[in-house]
């Protein structure tokens, strides 16, 4: 990591600006020179991927499901993941590439107080070689995106994100559609898509100004120039579209010439390719716990063949390197204080990993269900935000920081009415979005959560017949009356939407937002024991289901 080290040697306030031309000359120079890099060879090259870290500074407890049940273990953290990568580099420091697929600028404290602006410096200390935007790179909404990655010394490639000429008119792409790179006599050519249902999935002002189109629309198109107008050896998709969109897209024709999908966005863990019918896909987890690592077997400047494997960052097999160490304690220490000011206290492992109930949401709507005078309170099925399990004390500390990992946002409560029949049908849709059997449909995000209200379905019957019993305060869900629903704001929502329900009466805010509620929810009720109630009850499957992808070979673990 030469590089790395030079850009810390000349201090973490040196302008971002100052050191771009360098470093650009230095990344084109790494691609296009004619060196071993260029000219025919035997051996391997290495293409190492990072993706969903979310902004996670330090090594933190990660959960893994081992032996049908829970553990918990360290890992992840900027200054390991430096050292993790550069020991992987060392064993092939001529033909490793490095990338990073998205969500580099939400998830954190840190990064909200700097607008995401401390984590330039630190992504370029990590000497990465391309970049792909996430859904969340948004969250501080374009102008602000363009700035962020705009600082990064690497390409960005992404085909299908424009400018929004208005009225639906689409304008240039925002970033270059790919990237080209040279290793022993192999041209490897990155595509990048990231995910199109932002607008929806998210708050739709986060992404005004840019107008997101499907991978189809032009996959084709890009896979036919790098394979034959570029004559590319080997095309891998950088991806942030979620894996079970992923699997989809390698299963369409038009992915006939990709030879791997590196995805992104929905932290499942693939330690072995799955195989769809066109080309092969992985994605290496989240919070920089892990690193997927693809090794593609090259003789005379031919490819013979690839293999893949996660490496999980253990924080004692990779030590901090002492480098970014430094860098990050000095970019997070004037908020040092206020990031570990201590809120309250759980009695049990906090974590936000299954699909259909979690300590951490549980929690949540624990909270809103005390503050707010509803029926039902919801809470959005989040992926984000690593595990935390007790200390010696059996206790485990939330503080301001951790308040921000799990709530990045802090959206403004708001309530509104809806009938019966609403529920239900908003129920079926959300459930949609989460088990469809078209594998394209699937929205990316866990089942939404909930208090005050009991859900019995079926993840895997037809769209629409999923649910099958609704209770509300003890009695059956009548389809005719009105309830009291609770969730959150979304930026550029319309008025009658609530929690991606739209046609809800009353709607009205509150004076509270998510992070003062779960402030005076902690002052008040702390320690707090989130056990899960089974308020969402799967009748055709694991409680515990750790993932949305069925029919194919993978588990999370």
Known sequence: MNSRRKFLQGGILTSVAALTPVGLQAKNAENTTLSTKSIAGSGQITILQTTDVHCQLHAHDELFWENNELTFRKAGGYPHMATA????KEKNPQNTITLDTGDMFQGSMLSVKTTGQAFVPLLNAMDYDLYLPGNWEVVY??????????????PKICANMYHDLGDGKKGELIFQPYQIMHRMGIKIGFLGYTDPLVPLRQSPLYSKGIIYTKPEDNLKEYVTLLREQEQCDFVIILSHLGLSQQIALGNHPDCQGVDYIFGADTHERVRKPIQAEYTKIVEPGAFGSFIGKLDIQVKDGKVLGSTYELVE??????????????????????????????????????YRN???????????????????????V?????RFCPPRVPGKDGKVAITEGYLYDMLPVDSTIRTAKASGQQILDWLEKEMQNVFAQDASKRFGGWLIRFKGMQVEFKAFER???RVQKVTIAGAELDKNRLYTLCACERDGDPEDMLCRMKGVKEATNTAYTLHSMMKEYLAKFSPVTPILRHDAKILDGPQDLLSQVTGVDYTFR
């Open 141 to 154: 909404y374009k102008k602000n995106m363009q700035k962020l990655l705009g600082g990064l010394l690497a």
């Open 354 to 376: 299954f699909v259909v109930e979690n300590t951490i949401d549980t929690m949540i709507v624990d909270a809103l269900k005390w503050k707010v005078n509803a029926d039902v």
């Open 378 to 382: 919801l809470s959005n099925g989040f």
């Open 313 to 350: 960052v253990d924080p004692i097999k990779y030590p901090a390197d002492p480098a970014v160490k430094t860098l990050v304690q000095d970019l997070e220490k004037p908020y040092k204080e206020e990031i570990n000011k201590v809120l309250g206290y759980s009695t049990v492992p906090l």
């Open 85 to 88: 990568l550069q020991k992987l």
């Open 463 to 465: 769209v629409g017949h």
